[in-house]
């Protein structure tokens, strides 16, 4: 295992109802640098609710969540500044339907950052070249189809220049022909040496890129490895089990 | 036939020209347009506010009840004041609204304009806050999420994110308010403001002319309402332009 640790959740639990369920029972993990963690697991497993934590988007019930050394559970911490550094990435994508393109990505990066409108348009132009949409940057997200939607999805969270990329099923509401450029991108941003933690259905894509996948079932982690081993050698019967199905 | 139409010349004549009355209605309508223009405003930037305490101790209760913070009383707190708020000026018809104000809290104040802005304005807020409550409500909950997860702060991503977006989505509800509001004006002249009904009434009293001063009453109103509409359609269409 290499890398410094840059995200580190300990003794997380999230219950509703007073208790009565307990989407998250007590998880522990590690996300290192520059790793791509991939979390598999089946429907209500929890690990949505899990990476929806690590940025605060779910408060959890009791543990704690270190990034970069500070503890974002901590009322008193500013959760807005952590979040700047931790990009997220929806199955709905999310894009705010009344913004160009351009406008969607540079938003942000002006208000947050106080970069000059130029410069962040500059930017995000580039960042628009590198996943082949430059041509859509005044088009609104509703001209759009869903695999361009979830790759600018992405490049605006890249745009505030993120410590790490959370992807929640990114490619769960596209058409089948469209799954493959949105796993393009991210197997791109990958290779760069993001440090990625992708919630997922596509096996195929935890198996060729993720460096670490965990599998999660009733609120905790059933199961860790290597994509190698997980996938060759599962541990658990309750992992045997779910493989048997989706494979 | 020629005969009738002598009448209705003469009688338009005695009402509206003779001993310039006319000026009356022009007086009554700019005094309508003034307290309808002025009310709109405070209605509309007090009834945002109420609606954003509402919706965010509506939206965030849960995640803010965990955290415990102090911001979670205030939150509570200001969302009951408003609570009340609504509750009241709802349920109190707003003539009576407009007499309290004029003879009970603004009892110094002379110019009955301004009280009447004060007492529409505050009157409307309550309806534009339940409006705009129900347009924020209506935005996708992933769009709260996409804000706050680029890192901006509540209050940033309801300026740069939701209210844009609600605006949008509420503006014929907030037209009809705005027309409801300058038809309300028109009890205006309980506490004495000359609006442009008032103006129709003082007509009619002086000439004992009741059809022709309140049919041009009438007819100013309609045509107000109908020129509101139009250019209220105008920028519908505009903001509209991103959904194609």
């Known amino acids: ?16 109802l007073g208790g009565k369920v307990k989407a998250l029972d007590g998880v522990n993990c590690e996300v290192h640098k520059g790793e791509v963690l991939v979390i598999i697991g089946p429907s209500g497993s929890g690990k949505s609710t899990l990476l929806r934590s690590l940025n605060l988007l779910e408060i959890p019930t009791s543990g704690s969540i270190l990034f970069d050394g500070t503890d974002i559970t901590n009322p008193k911490t500013n959760i807005n500044i952590h979040r700047q550094k931790m990009g997220m990435v929806f199955q709905h994508f ?24 130029a410069e962040a348009e500059k930017r995000a132009l580039e960042l628009l070249d590198r996943v082949g949409l430059s041509n859509r940057a005044y088009n609104y997200p509703s001209q759009l189809s869903g695999g361009q939607k979830q790759r600018v999805a992405i490049v605006r969270a890249l745009a505030m220049n993120p410590e790490v990329m959370l992807f929640d099923e990114p490619t769960s509401a596209l058409d089948p022909e469209m799954v493959g450029e949105v796993l393009d991108v991210m197997k791109e941003l990958a290779a760069e040496g993001m440090t990625m933690v992708v919630v997922t259905h ?39 089990d779910f493989l048997s199905k989706v494979l | 036939m020629a005969e009738f139409f002598a009448s209705i010349q003469k009688k338009f004549i005695l009402c509206f020209v003779d001993d310039g009355f006319w000026k009356w209605l022009v007086q009554g309508f700019k005094n309508s347009l003034v307290i309808t223009f002025f009310a709109v405003i405070i209605g ?8 954003t305490v509402r919706s965010s101790y509506d939206k965030n209760e849960e995640s803010l009840r965990l955290r ?117 004006t028109s009890v205006a002249g309980y506490v004495g403001i000359m609006d442009l009904t008032k103006a129709g009434d003082l007509i009619r009293g002086r000439t004992f002319e009741a059809f022709m001063p309140l049919i041009a009453v009438a007819i100013i109103y309609l045509i107000t309402v109908i020129v509101l509409t139009k250019v209220f359609g105008i920028f519908e269409r505009r903001l509209r332009k991103s959904e194609r």
């Open chain 1, 202 to 240: 596509e096996m195929g894509f935890a198996r060729e890129v993720g460096s670490r996948v965990v599998f999660m079932d009733g609120g905790v982690l059933i199961e860790e490895n290597t994509p190698e081993e997980f996938f060759a050698h599962p541990k658990s019967q309750r992992t045997v």
């Open chain 1, 94 to 117: 999310n894009l705010f339907p009344n913004m160009t393109i351009l406008k969607n990505m540079t938003i942000a990066p002006m208000k947050l950052l106080k970069m000059p409108k």
């Open chain 2, 44 to 51: 509309f930037l007090l009834g945002v506010v109420l609606a």
């Open chain 2, 68 to 184: 415990k913070g102090i911001g979670y009383y205030l939150l509570r707190f200001f969302n009951g004041l408003c609570k009340v708020y609504i509750t009241v000026i709802r349920g109190v018809p707003v003539v009576v609204q407009l007499m309290i104000w004029y003879f009970v809290i603004l009892v110094s104040q002379k110019n009955g304009v301004i009280v009447a802005v004060v007492a529409f304005g505050f009157n409307s807020a309550a309806y534009v806050a339940e409006i705009f409550r129900g347009g924020i409500m209506s935005i996708d909950g992933g769009q709260f999420e996409a804000g706050r997860s680029l890192g901006f702060n509540y209050v940033q991503t309801m300026i740069y994110i939701i209210i844009p977006q609600v605006i949008k989505s509420v503006l014929p509800t907030l037209l009809n308010e705005v027309i409801a509001l300058l038809k309300e």
């Open chain 1, 1 to 16: 295992m290499n890398g410094e640790v840059l995200i580190k959740v300990e003794n997380l639990k999230k219950h509703y």
